[in-house]
């Protein structure tokens, strides 16, 4: 279990993210919602370390603040980033080869997995991903973060500028994921799919938890999609 | 056609050396957008690990040689752990100017504890000699000094393309976060950067020493001059930029002293920078100068 205590995000001075609490069980998906700059992308980069935060963050109730990111990700994090970031530079399976840095063992047998599941990635492996469509980025990226093996996936804004249908195959992935019984932390703006998905959602808006409890209870109520949207 | 044979060996010659040591700065600064101004301090050290094996009555060359390649690759490890880890994640003049303190502090303890004046060492004498290429003559230390370069260059694209780390070092050229995220040690990829860039420089040390004869304080200023302007043409941060600038930059140099009148001699370096500055003009970024987008980051 992903358990995140009064956390707080600061940049620079301006504190983006006002002490909030999550929590991931094991084997659910959960879903974090909110509209441009409610703190999303800061609580994952304060889980993973790579923003300095105060409060708690703990997984498998091992207390995971004072660890490196490195340390971090070996304790069983990973995360497809905001953007995809994935190595334009290096080509397709270099990328997932680097993704499975610490777990070398049938390495090779995973990536070959991987293109089975994605033909498309497969007859791509030799280019550098920077070539690659924004779609078939983003299912690199997935792959890369999976490819350590992660007891918890942190997937940050998947559909982020993709094309509808590709988007809706991206949710299918993202289905099957949960079907493997894989924990997720899903941030998304498109609050209805991503409320498909989950199995509890939280609604985050400027830094704050607004609300949170069973996709059905959240998908009903229209002050939350107002917000998303920005119509009110 | 002697002639021209010995200009072309000179000119690779001169471009291996700037190759090399190109390399070393490139490497580093793809991944931490340092420039290592303390990379001809480090050749300095194995200038004078060369004299201290050398006084040591080490007779067998190879020690020499190998102490001189160890201790430069010590130096520049120690160097990113003691002086460059602190400033790692700083504004880059930080590391820009961590690097000039640095390279000043060894040049005064040089000048301090060994002397001001240069040191003999005469154990790399053995490598040059006179070879007959099909009729031509050509020195062998050019030879090996254009040999050693082209197996160095080999040995570290396949480091940077079949192992592990060596893809963890051209993706953190892009994204180091995201290296990281990757449950890649930060800490093991710089110490590899600078043990790589401390190796190039040992290698250029030897074959450095090996046509002077004699180290002193300072002994890497000009070389790390040209490496540096090497990289700049070849576009900062890539390294088949640096390659290439440093190879182009051989060939310059040595057209310019071929070409120039005995009367402009002392002016090679001018007419050189004159000619680099040009080619800046056209390409400002460098020939190959590693594309702008940075992948999906924005």
Same mark, same amino acid.
Not at chain 2, 102 to 121: A, E, G
């Given at each position: 279990?992903?358990?995140?205590?009064?956390?707080?995000?600061?940049?620079?001075?301006?504190?983006?993210?006002?002490?909030?609490?999550?929590?991931?069980?094991?084997?659910?998906?959960?879903?974090?919602?909110?509209?441009?700059?409610?703190?999303?992308?800061?609580?994952?980069?304060?889980?993973?370390?790579?923003?300095?935060?105060?409060?708690?963050?703990?997984?498998?109730? #091992?207390?995971?603040?004072? @660890?490196? $990111? +490195?340390?971090?990700?070996?304790? =069983?994090?990973?995360?497809? %980033?905001?953007? &995809? #970031?994935?190595?334009?530079? @290096?080509? $397709? +399976?270099?990328?997932?080869?680097? =993704?499975?840095?610490?777990? %070398?063992?049938? &390495?090779?047998?995973?990536?070959?997995?991987?293109?089975?599941?994605?033909?498309?990635? =497969?007859?791509?492996?030799?280019?550098?991903?920077?070539?690659?469509?924004?779609?078939?980025?983003?299912?690199?990226?997935?792959?890369?973060?999976?490819?350590?093996?992660?007891?918890?996936?942190?997937?940050?804004?998947?559909?982020?500028?993709?094309?509808?249908?590709?988007?809706?195959?991206?949710?299918?992935?993202?289905?099957?994921?949960?079907?493997?019984?894989?924990?997720?932390?899903?941030?998304?703006?498109?609050?209805?799919?991503?409320?498909?998905?989950?199995?509890?959602?939280?609604?985050?808006?400027?830094?704050?938890?607004?609300?949170?409890?069973?996709?059905?209870?959240?998908?009903?109520?229209?002050?939350?999609?107002?917000?998303?949207?920005?119509?009110? | 056609?002697?002639?021209?044979?010995?200009?072309?060996?000179?000119?690779?010659?001169?471009?291996?050396?700037?190759?090399?040591?190109?390399?070393?700065?490139?490497?580093?600064?793809?991944?931490?957008?340092?420039?290592?101004?303390?990379?001809?301090?480090?050749?300095?050290?194995?200038?004078?690990?060369?004299?201290?094996?050398?006084?040591?009555?080490?007779?067998?060359?190879?020690?020499?040689?190998?102490?001189?390649?160890?201790?430069?690759?010590?130096?520049?490890?120690?160097?990113?752990?003691?002086?460059?880890?602190?400033?790692?994640?700083?504004?880059?003049?930080?590391?820009?100017?961590?690097?000039?303190?640095?390279?000043?502090?060894?040049?005064?303890?040089?000048?301090?504890?060994?002397?001001?004046?240069?040191?003999?060492?005469?154990?790399?004498?053995?490598?040059?000699?006179?070879?007959?290429?099909?009729?031509?003559?050509?020195?062998?230390?050019?030879?090996?000094?254009?040999?050693?370069?082209?197996?160095?260059?080999?040995?570290?694209?396949?480091?940077?393309?079949?192992?592990?780390?060596?893809?963890?070092?051209?993706?953190?050229?892009?994204?180091?976060?995201?290296?990281?995220?990757?449950?890649?040690?930060?800490?093991?990829?710089?110490?590899?950067?600078?043990?790589?860039?401390?190796?190039?420089?040992?290698?250029?040390?030897?074959?450095?020493?090996?046509?002077?004869?004699?180290?002193?304080?300072?002994?890497?200023?000009?070389?790390?001059?040209?490496?540096?302007?090497?990289?700049?043409?070849?576009?900062?941060?890539?390294?088949?930029?640096?390659?290439?600038?440093?190879?182009?930059?051989?060939?310059?140099?040595?057209?310019?002293?071929?070409?120039?009148?005995?009367?402009?001699?002392?002016?090679?370096?001018?007419?050189?920078?004159?000619?680099?500055?040009?080619?800046?003009?056209?390409?400002?970024?460098?020939?190959?100068?590693?594309?702008?987008?940075?992948?999906?980051?924005?």
């Amino acid at each position: 279990m992903l358990r995140v205590r009064n956390l707080r995000v600061y940049h620079g001075i301006i504190e983006a993210v006002h002490g909030i609490n999550i929590e991931v069980p094991l084997g659910k998906c959960v879903a974090l919602l909110g509209p441009n700059g409610a703190g999303k992308t800061s609580t994952i980069s304060a889980i993973t370390g790579v923003v300095k935060s105060e409060g708690s963050v703990s997984f498998e109730d #091992r207390n995971l603040s004072s @660890l490196s $990111v +490195e340390d971090r990700i070996k304790a =069983g994090i990973s995360v497809s %980033p905001e953007g &995809r #970031r994935v190595f334009a530079n @290096l080509t $397709v +399976e270099e990328n997932l080869v680097l =993704g499975g840095a610490l777990k %070398p063992k049938c &390495r090779s047998d995973r990536i070959a997995e991987w293109f089975k599941t994605f033909p498309i990635l =497969g007859e791509r492996r030799a280019q550098p991903a920077g070539t690659l469509s924004g779609g078939e980025q983003q299912m690199l990226a997935i792959a890369r973060a999976l490819m350590n093996e992660p007891k918890i996936l942190l997937l940050d804004e998947p559909s982020l500028g993709l094309a509808p249908k590709i988007a809706s195959q991206i949710f299918e992935m993202i289905k099957n994921l949960k079907q493997e019984n894989i924990t997720i932390l899903l941030v998304e703006q498109n609050a209805t799919q991503a409320l498909k998905l989950s199995d509890y959602a939280y609604f985050l808006n400027n830094g704050h938890i607004l609300a949170e409890g069973k996709p059905e209870e959240l998908g009903g109520r229209e002050d939350l999609m107002a917000e998303l949207t920005g119509i009110t | 056609m002697e002639y021209v044979v010995q200009q072309i060996m000179n000119a690779l010659a001169f471009g291996a050396e700037y190759a090399l040591l190109a390399l070393g700065l490139a490497i580093v600064f793809s991944i931490m957008g340092l420039v290592n101004f303390a990379h001809g301090e480090i050749i300095a050290v194995g200038g004078y690990t060369m004299v201290a094996a050398a006084a040591l009555a080490f007779k067998n060359p190879m020690i020499v040689i190998g102490a001189a390649i160890t201790a430069a690759v010590v130096a520049s490890v120690t160097l990113e752990r003691v002086a460059f880890r602190p400033v790692r994640y700083a504004d880059p003049t930080t590391g820009l100017l961590t690097a000039f303190g640095v390279s000043m502090i060894l040049q005064n303890l040089f000048l301090l504890l060994v002397s001001p004046r240069p040191i003999t060492v005469t154990s790399l004498f053995f490598l040059e000699w006179s070879i007959d290429l099909g009729g031509v003559r050509v020195s062998s230390l050019q030879l090996f000094e254009a040999l050693a370069t082209i197996v160095v260059i080999i040995l570290l694209m396949l480091f940077l393309r079949r192992t592990l780390l060596g893809l963890a070092m051209r993706a953190a050229s892009l994204d180091f976060e995201m290296v990281r995220l990757s449950g890649v040690r930060a800490n093991r990829v710089f110490a590899i950067a600078f043990m790589i860039s401390g190796l190039l420089a040992g290698i250029a040390c030897v074959f450095i020493m090996a046509r002077r004869g004699s180290v002193d304080p300072h002994l890497g200023f000009d070389p790390v001059l040209k490496a540096f302007v090497a990289c700049v043409v070849g576009g900062f941060g890539s390294l088949p930029g640096a390659v290439l600038g440093g190879f182009l930059l051989g060939a310059v140099e040595v057209a310019m002293l071929v070409m120039l009148p005995q009367s402009l001699g002392g002016m090679t370096d001018a007419f050189v920078f004159g000619i680099i500055a040009l080619l800046l003009f056209w390409r400002p970024d460098g020939l190959l100068a590693p594309r702008s987008e940075k992948g999906d980051k924005h």
